[in-house]
């Protein structure tokens, strides 16, 4: 799963617009739950469910805030 984060971090840093970074962010991030899941299920500890949901909710919500965001930005625009 590691190796799966290289391209989203190429796009991360050299994008060429915000959406396009955004996107590559929520990408890494859903990589990094999916590796907090698989180490839970290896080590048989409860507690890393706890940290994935937890996780889980704060990318939908901050995902929510910068497509707002976005969103607000462009029709200022035109």
Excluded: E, W
């Amino acid at each position: 799963m590691t190796v799966s984060m290289i391209f989203p971090l190429l796009r991360l840093f050299r994008g060429p617009s915000l959406p396009d970074r955004v996107v590559a962010l929520d990408q890494i991030a859903i990589i990094i739950v999916c590796i907090i899941i698989c180490d839970t299920i290896y080590s048989g500890m409860s507690s890393g469910l706890d940290v994935a949901l937890v996780v889980s909710l704060l990318l939908v919500i901050g995902s929510m805030i910068i497509a707002r965001f976005l969103h607000k930005r462009r029709s200022d625009n035109d």
